[in-house]
């Protein structure tokens, strides 16, 4: 037996699972069946089995292991190793039973002896709890799984994956970090690939494009020093998502490069997610119309759709939601290609397809990525039925699709994917367009109708009018739409175009007006401010504060803080005439001043207003908190601001969530302190840097290479050596962008 069990462990070395099944059916008709040596032929037998994908042998074999229960069967079997239940699970989970699959890993888990062992029974019940949707249990394994073993870079990889999955992108790059700590790039080439991979997406997810492009130029270096970073089985997934995040980053022909590989060197059966964005970036990155549909068609059909035979009312009730998801994408690519192709019938067909099965989804999947592609589905059917003549049957869709519109809000918001850039910049496009067009001929028809004599005439004059309002308060939800997502972009120039095509639509009530005119200042230039004090001015009554805080802003934009100041003076002066003036307008005038009066020197006179300001502002949203502390440390490094106001703006940020546990913060305060001509306040404040430097000791982090010597520099008297080393890793004292909407 001995000598069976030596040549199966060198087969295993070698890979040779055909030859470990060969020697062990050789030598099992010399046991008897059930006794331990049987079983111990069944249990390898299984594991080479499993090797070779031949799973369901592999369940026969185990199954016919464990029910003899050596246990308590009365003879002298020696009782199951937890091994068994641990190889059956993962036969299970590879069937994809992971019900069954997890009873198995859990009755191991209660048998395993070492933490080794319970380690990885933790990791892959955490897998499958993923995978069954029971997060809070799935979290709670992985987290055993790393506390029983701290130096496997696997369990973090796993972690990091799940937060991902579950929106979680700050925990999940700190886990691919650790993971990147415990590996040698020349030993584990493969995992470093995967870490990079992920992390460029988190960095994207988080709206860190540089970083983001960063980590995939790293990952090909990688790829060029160590091949077999390229070649891995498991190279499935970070390459998938290396072409998610190489679209949105502007570079379609290297996300292509990695789809192509992936659909040659994986079988068609599971190429389904690699098909649905290769489409998407045939479509909208690269504008192949005709090889983007041949894509759509495979997805199609691997996701077992017929076109145009459709059932739309099962797909909307389908339990199956990722499938689902991914007809709804498949649908949106092949209208907009349809349609560019000057196949419109057959677009219309699908745009209607798909805008009934996103109004009717189930709430699990009333996601922003969805809402966004209803909009879309809605601009290209419209366009679709305008060159096919069908023009009431495009009102309708235009009507249909402003009640729906969710695109603006969640531009504005960040909720949408950053792999929806592209996609959304190419179909407002589109829309804008269409509306246009749309716009030109409502104003034709009413040239066409001026006899006020003639009751239908005025019927049919009135109800131009409604269509005119309709489109043109249409085409300004597009414009705002498609200049937002050029600023998310880098294109302010592009975005500054649209809000300035917004302000001329005529009608514009009011409050659209001025929310304009904020959009504009926000990534407003000098050479452009003057134009944008003209159109404000014209919109804004003469007794209006408004009118000094834009007067204001734009002078801040030409450098001309002197005049700035005074223009918030008069805007405050203005203001307190009025009898309903609130506590929060007030104070954003007194902020506004004393940052003008900042910038241009004042510094004694700032000081005064910003304590006014401090009085009455009641704001507790972090980057306010955070810039009262700021401010705050400033003023009394100049001498300026009592300890006591600045110890209040300290104590109110390092409450808040968001704050508490800030670097920047800290270290700010604990020189603020050591600086004090208070002794209460400077022993404090030395203890706090003692407490800090201890931290930061030893110290691999970059970022907190300069905390420590920022640290020690203030320890040593320095302060404004320390302040200093602080501006290199943190943004300087800066001031949110003052509106006039309010």
């Not at 995992?191 to 997406?201: A, H, I, K, W």
């Not at 790829?223 to 997934?237: D, G, L, N």
């Not at 504005?412 to 030109?440: C, I, N, P, V, Y």
Request: with cysteine.
């Amino acid at each position: 037996m001995g000598d069976v069990v030596t040549l199966v462990s060198q087969l295993k070395a070698l890979d040779r699972y055909e030859d470990v099944i060969k020697a062990i059916e050789e030598v099992m008709p010399s046991f008897k069946q059930g006794s331990d040596e049987d079983r111990t032929l069944r249990s390898l037998k299984a594991d080479a089995l499993n090797h070779l994908n031949r799973v369901d042998e592999s369940l026969a074999e185990l199954d016919a292991v464990l029910k003899q229960d050596g246990s308590t069967s009365g003879n002298n079997k020696t009782p199951f190793s937890p091994g068994l239940y641990f190889a059956r699970g993962h036969a299970h989970m590879m069937k994809g039973e992971n019900d069954i699959a997890l009873k198995d890993f859990e009755e191991a888990l209660s048998k395993f002896p070492t933490l080794d062992q319970r380690a990885t029974a933790h990791f892959h019940i955490g897998c499958i709890m993923a995978k069954l949707g029971r997060a809070a249990e799935a979290l709670t394994h992985f987290n055993s799984s790393i506390d029983h073993d701290k130096r496997d870079p696997q369990k973090y990889m796993a972690r990091a994956r799940f937060h991902i999955n579950n929106g979680q992108f700050p925990h999940a790059m700190q886990d691919l970090n650790s993971a990147e700590r415990l590996l040698d790039p020349a030993m584990d080439s493969s995992l470093l690939g995967d870490v990079l991979s992920f992390r460029s997406f988190i960095h994207l997810q988080m709206g860190d494009p540089s970083n983001a492009t960063k980590d995939i130029d790293a990952y090909h270096k990688l790829v060029e020093e160590h091949t077999e970073a390229r070649t891995q089985q498991s190279e499935t997934e970070p390459a998938f998502l290396r072409a998610s995040v190489l679209f949105p980053l502007g570079k379609p022909e290297q996300a292509l490069n990695e789809l192509n590989w992936l659909i040659d060197t994986f079988p068609r059966e599971i190429s389904l997610h690699f098909r649905v964005l290769r489409s998407e970036v045939l479509a909208y990155g690269l504008r192949r119309h005709a090889d983007s549909l041949l894509d759509c068609d495979v997805a199609l059909s691997l996701l077992r759709v017929d076109m145009p035979q459709i059932n739309v009312d099962a797909l909307a009730t389908d339990t199956d939601h990722q499938r689902v998801q991914d007809v709804a994408r498949v649908l949106g690519t092949r209208a907009f290609c349809l349609n560019v192709l000057g196949r419109h019938a057959e677009c219309v067909a699908d745009s209607k397809v798909l805008i009934d099965t996103l109004l009717h989804l189930p709430s699990v999947l009333q996601s922003p990525r969805f809402f966004i592609l209803r909009d879309f589905a809605y601009a290209t059917i419209t366009k679709a039925l305008d060159m096919m003549g069908s023009v009431q049957e495009s009102v309708l869709y235009n009507r249909e699709m402003i009640e729906q519109s969710y695109v603006r809000d969640l531009v504005r918001w960040g909720l949408m994917d950053h792999d929806m850039f592209a996609e959304a910049l190419s179909r407002l496009d589109e829309a804008a367009t269409s509306l246009s067009s749309q716009h030109k001929d409502v104003i034709n028809n009413k040239s066409n109708n001026k006899n006020p004599t003639s009751t239908s005439t005025s019927t049919s004059s009135n109800s131009n009018a409604n269509e005119e309002e309709f489109v043109l308060s249409l085409l300004y939800e597009v414009l705002i739409s498609r200049s937002l997502v050029h600023q998310a972009r880098g294109h302010p120039d592009l975005a500054m175009k649209d809000l300035v095509e917004a302000s001329r639509i005529p009608g514009l009530p009011l409050p659209l007006r001025l929310a304009n005119l904020d959009a504009q200042l926000r990534i407003a230039t000098p050479a452009n401010a003057q134009d944008i004090l003209q159109a404000g001015m014209g919109v804004l009554e003469k007794d209006d504060h408004r009118r000094s805080v834009l007067q204001a802003t734009v002078h801040a934009l030409e450098g001309k803080y002197n005049e700035a100041a005074d223009e918030a003076r008069s805007a405050l002066e203005t203001a307190d005439k009025k009898e309903d003036i609130n506590d929060a307008i007030r104070s954003d005038l007194l902020l506004m001043r004393a940052w003008y009066l900042l910038k241009c020197d004042q510094i004694s006179e700032s000081a005064k207003i910003f304590s006014e300001f401090l009085v009455i502002d009641g704001r507790d949203h972090p980057d306010m908190l955070r810039l009262k502390a700021k401010w705050a440390a400033y003023l009394h490094s100049k001498g300026l601001l009592d300890i006591v106001k600045v110890e209040h703006c300290f104590i109110m940020s390092l409450d808040s969530p968001a704050l508490r546990q800030d670097p920047e913060l800290f270290v700010l305060w604990a020189i603020t302190c050591a600086s004090s001509s208070v002794q209460k306040y400077k022993l404090n404040g030395g203890r706090l840097l003692e407490v800090l430097e201890q931290n930061w000791r030893e110290t691999e982090d970059d970022q907190h290479k300069v905390l420590h010597r920022a640290v020690t520099e203030a320890q040593a008297g320095n302060f404004d050596r320390s302040r200093e080393l602080l501006a290199t890793i943190y943004s300087p004292l800066e001031v949110p962008t003052f509106t006039i909407s309010n």
